[in-house]
């Protein structure tokens, strides 16, 4: 089956500064990848999606980019605000199996006003 | 509009206890749903999925059980709680967008 590997576990910048959140995936026929924020006590919410046909997917402040031959994608947070802080995770899947995600095991950043 | 509710939001149970939790969404049909728990601190695990009335489809294996008796009914119950049940549950609805998760269902097993 899939396996996501998330990195790194624990992500701490001074407000202003860029946030970089890697993942790795081993199932090549995934093809949709999502990121999740969650706050503390919430359910996780989708901040940003990107499919295999695509490379790079920009919103606002946040971005995301695909590397298919090396099967790993980033979140990219610029100009971090204290309200960024919560606990990230990325997650792959493909349009088998019921389009079931596996998710990396977060990582939780912390914004320094 | 397209929602997905779950209920109860916090639940403290004796070990040995049944569990019933649910799951239910409105504004669309046929949906893929998910049963995930998420421990202390982590990530989270799928626990069960479903693509249709009566199909449940089981990750790991536990004492912990699903049924999808009505299209767009998703429950997770247990006959006896362990210790080890204890985490935060969330029902998910999966759709083209990835998924929205449920408010939660945070258990804990005493």
């Known amino acids: 089956g899939e396996n996501v590997e998330q990195h790194p576990s624990t992500l701490s910048v001074q407000e202003g500064d860029s946030a970089v959140i890697k993942c790795t995936y081993s199932?090549?026929?995934?093809?949709?990848f999502p990121w999740y924020k969650q706050e503390l006590g919430k359910r996780p919410q989708l901040i940003i999606d990107?499919?295999?046909?695509?490379g790079e997917k920009k919103d606002q402040r946040i971005a995301v980019t695909l590397n298919k031959t090396a099967k790993h994608f980033s979140l990219h947070i610029t100009e971090t605000q204290p309200e960024d802080s919560a606990v990230y995770f990325c997650?792959?899947?493909?349009?088998?199996?019921?389009?079931?995600?596996?998710f990396g095991d977060g990582t939780t950043l912390t914004v320094k006003p | 509009s397209q929602t997905i509710h779950q209920w109860p939001a916090t639940l403290v149970q004796p070990v040995g206890s049944p569990l019933s939790l649910e799951c239910t969404v409105e504004?669309?049909?046929?949906?893929?749903l998910y049963w995930y728990r998420q421990a202390a601190g982590r990530g989270l695990q799928l626990l069960f999925y479903s693509i249709g009335i009566g199909q449940i489809s089981s990750e790991v294996p536990q004492n912990l059980s699903a049924s999808r008796p009505q299209d767009r009914q998703f429950i997770l119950s247990s006959k006896k709680l362990l210790l080890s049940d204890s985490g935060f549950y969330l029902c998910a609805w999966g759709h083209n967008y990835g998924y929205t998760f449920g408010s939660g269902t945070r258990l804990t097993v005493v």
């Open positions: 997650a792959a899947s493909t349009n088998t199996n019921a389009g079931k995600s596996t």
């Open positions: 199932d090549s026929a995934s093809n949709y």
């Open positions: 504004g669309t049909s046929n949906p893929n």
């Open positions: 990107i499919r295999s046909n695509v």
